[in-house]
T-cell receptor, first 112, second 113 residues
Framework: AQSVAQPEDQVNVAEGNPLTVKCTYS??????LFWYVQYPNRGLQFLLK??????LVKGSYGFEAEFNKSQTSFHLKKPSALVSDSALYFC??????????FGTGTLLAVQP | NAGVTQTPKFRILKIGQSMTLQCTQD?????MYWYRQDPGMGLKLIYY???????DKGEVPNGYNVSRSTTEDFPLRLELAAPSQTSVYFC????????????FGEGSWLTVV
């Protein structure tokens, strides 16, 4: 069965520092991987996805993610965090029936 | 650019009552989904549909029903509401293939008392 794991419930980082939000996956076949962000009392917003090709994927708001097949990881990164990046981040994998399987989410807190 | 629209945004139900959460999308997407979000649990799939007239159960379908009479609309029905159904509900849609992005509505906050 397809699954996604986000090992950290919360990540704390100072504004201006680089940030990483971790995600590992388990799929049979080619993975289709996604990152979404959720601000308080809002829906999920798409950030970026990996389908095929370049292992470094660039997305919205300066975020990027690195696909690593050998480590089955898809970590979300940003070179310089902003206070406004504080939100709940979800990693997800789309399975063979086109359903999106989500991780449990990681709360990113950026301190000024 | 309406995208995926859900109503109502907030609702309080009494135990045993029924209600329908409405969802409509204007992107001509084949696939539509209903998820629920509970704290620390991520999002769980309730029901999904691959096209008008076709629906299927997700991970947590008990206590819910859906219909898909048109491409645009995918209402979620709660019968005999229970406190365990207190949650945030998200409708979503996408095009058919696995590489396509799934787009979400803004959510419906439901409390059962």
């Amino acid at each position: 069965a397809q699954s996604v794991a986000q090992p950290e419930d919360q990540v704390n980082v100072a504004e201006g520092n680089p940030l990483t939000v971790k995600c590992t996956y388990s799929v049979s076949g080619n993975p289709y991987l996604f990152w979404y962000v959720q601000y308080p009392n809002r829906g999920l917003q798409f950030l970026l996805k990996y389908i095929t090709g370049d292992n470094l994927v660039k997305g919205s708001y300066g975020f990027e993610a690195e696909f690593n097949k050998s480590q089955t990881s898809f970590h979300l990164k940003k070179p310089s965090a902003l206070v406004s990046d504080s939100a709940l981040y979800f990693c997800a994998v789309r399975d063979g029936t086109n359903k999106l399987i989500f991780g449990t989410g990681t709360l990113l807190a950026v301190q000024p | 650019n309406a995208g995926v629209t859900q109503t109502p945004k907030f609702r309080i139900l009494k135990i045993g009552q029924s209600m329908t959460l409405q969802c409509t999308q204007d992107m001509n997407h084949n696939y539509m989904y209903w998820y629920r979000q509970d704290p620390g649990m991520g999002l769980k799939l309730i029901y999904y549909s691959v096209g008008a007239g076709i629906t299927d159960k997700g991970e947590v379908p008990n206590g819910y029903n859906v219909s898909r009479s048109t491409t645009e609309d995918f209402p979620l029905r709660l019968e005999l509401a229970a406190p365990s159904q207190t949650s945030v509900y998200f409708c979503a849609s996408s095009r058919q293939s696995s590489g396509n992005t799934i787009y979400f509505g803004e959510g419906s906050w439901l409390t059962v008392v």
